[in-house]
């Protein structure tokens, strides 16, 4: 029974180890502030939290295969250490509201990698689209060529689709900068707790005010994260699958470089497109993990339910494959060429049918005769006369419009989305580094947070 209920989750578990010591620290401090603990009692089971940490982070505390979870293992390590008064560090909480508070600082640092990881996505994809701003290539709809687009316009159109997602982030942030300390398993305890004592101390805005609503949340701040990443998700496979297509031989505009391909084991001349091809298959597989967050959530009754255990998985899951996507999005994105004559002579025919209606019209026709006039031509084998690039890019200068990007633009909004991430990193590093009396800017990463970039 016991391989069971605890077996599977030990894995996930485990990622919020460091963050069920932190926790402790923040709930040991609010004990303190409500006269739960002495001064002398606080300060030495603050001391042997801080070494769990160290533990923690050099490897040598771990949950170990007769422990239920990462709360038993650091209550047991500490309580051996310090006997008669690490039994008090539970005082006034249950595993419930510690889960929950693991949870939301495991959240609260992921965010923000993710959010830098998306500003940084956008940002290599508005350098591309500064460097290759003149060279055209056709537009697409319905999989045909549809009129003329330009790199410049198809990078940059990415770039802002992940900024129009980077800047929902405030808004998702502000509900999981709420601190479910103190509600214990949803009916809080009848201690004289100061709640916001120990809110203060990690670091949070504010408190989940209604001890009923954390444990009757469960799930839905997960879901409403897991969804924010899915739709970073859904961009990316669809720039990941134009790079496939765009690079392939019948197109031929994007070039994928020896480094972004891999090779057949039986087709010496293949160079495969992987890495986006697993992008666009890891973008799909966060809606996976998004419906079963909301499959196991939705059709429960008020309170705890051990079903809450199974939202870690796709949760973890979700967030470190976005992770990772952002990463090699980011990096890729640089190294692709682009082959100015195969795109050129795309645009060739059909492609410049609709600035021959225009044409027709500034020159005194109503667009419908025009219209059906160059269809019936068409249809007929006729050839419009080519246009200059400069020709075409001239009658394109509304805003937005290939001829009128205006990247400066995009780069303020990723400036003032920046300038916000740093702002709570810093705040929210600052507090965790207080609480374990030494510098935590890496929070979650002992030794820096790990790069998932290609080698140069």
């Avoid at 701003?133 to 940059?156: D, K, N």
């Avoid at 025919?349 to 269809?375: H, I, K, P, S």
Wanted: glycine share 10%; aromatic share 6%; proline share 4%.
């Amino acid at each position: 029974m016991f391989a069971y209920t605890a077996g599977d989750d030990r894995p996930w578990d485990a990622r919020l180890l460091r963050w069920d010591v932190l926790c402790s620290l923040g709930h040991v401090a609010g004990l303190r502030a409500s006269g739960l603990l002495t001064a002398r009692e606080h300060e030495r089971l603050r001391a042997g939290l801080r070494a769990a940490l160290a533990r923690v982070e050099s490897g040598r505390l771990r949950v170990s295969p007769r422990q239920e979870d990462v709360h038993t293992a650091v209550e047991a390590w500490l309580t051996q250490r310090l006997p008669g008064l690490g039994e008090r560090l539970h005082t006034g909480r249950s595993r419930n509201d510690q889960v929950a508070t693991d949870l939301r600082l495991y959240l609260k640092d992921h965010l923000l990698a993710l959010h830098a990881g998306v500003l940084d996505a956008a940002g290599a994809l508005l350098t591309f689209a500064a460097r290759h701003h003149s060279i055209l290539w056709p537009g697409y709809t319905h999989q045909r060529r549809a009129m003329p687009s330009s790199v410049g316009l198809w990078a940059a159109g990415y770039a802002e689709g992940l900024l129009d997602t980077a800047e929902e982030l405030p808004r998702l942030w502000a509900r999981v900068d709420r601190c479910p300390l103190g509600s214990a398993a949803g009916y809080g305890a009848p201690l004289p707790l100061k709640r916001e004592a120990a809110a203060r101390a990690l670091g949070f805005a504010a408190l989940d005010h209604n001890v009923s609503t954390v444990q009757g949340g469960r799930g839905k701040l997960e879901a409403a994260a897991l969804f924010w990443c899915t739709q970073m998700g859904h961009e990316l496979g669809r720039l990941a699958q134009d790079v496939i297509l765009f690079s392939a031989e019948e197109y031929g505009y994007l070039v994928l470089p020896v480094e972004l391909a891999t090779g057949s084991s039986i087709m010496p001349h293949k160079r495969n497109p992987d890495l986006f091809e697993l992008t666009r298959a890891r973008a799909a597989a966060l809606e996976g993990d998004l419906v079963t967050l909301l499959q196991v959530k939705g059709k429960l009754a008020g309170g705890y339910q051990r079903d809450f255990q199974l939202l870690k998985e796709p949760l973890m899951r979700g967030v470190e494959r976005t992770e990772a996507m952002l990463a090699i999005v980011a990096s890729a994105v640089p190294r692709l060429g682009v082959d100015r004559a195969r795109a050129a002579a795309a645009l060739d025919g059909g492609a410049l049918a609709t600035d021959e209606v225009m044409r027709r019209v500034e020159g005194g026709q109503a667009f419908r005769n025009a219209y059906r006039a160059v269809a019936r031509e068409l249809a007929d084998g006729a050839r419009f006369p080519a246009l200059s690039p400069r020709a075409i890019v001239s009658r394109r200068r509304s805003t937005g419009g290939l001829g009128n990007l205006g990247l400066s633009l995009a780069r303020a909004r990723l400036r003032r989305a920046s300038a916000w991430q740093r702002r709570e990193r810093r705040r929210f590093d600052r507090a965790l580094s207080k609480l374990a009396g030494r510098d935590l800017r890496t929070v979650g990463h002992p030794t820096g947070r790990p790069s998932n970039r290609l080698s140069p």
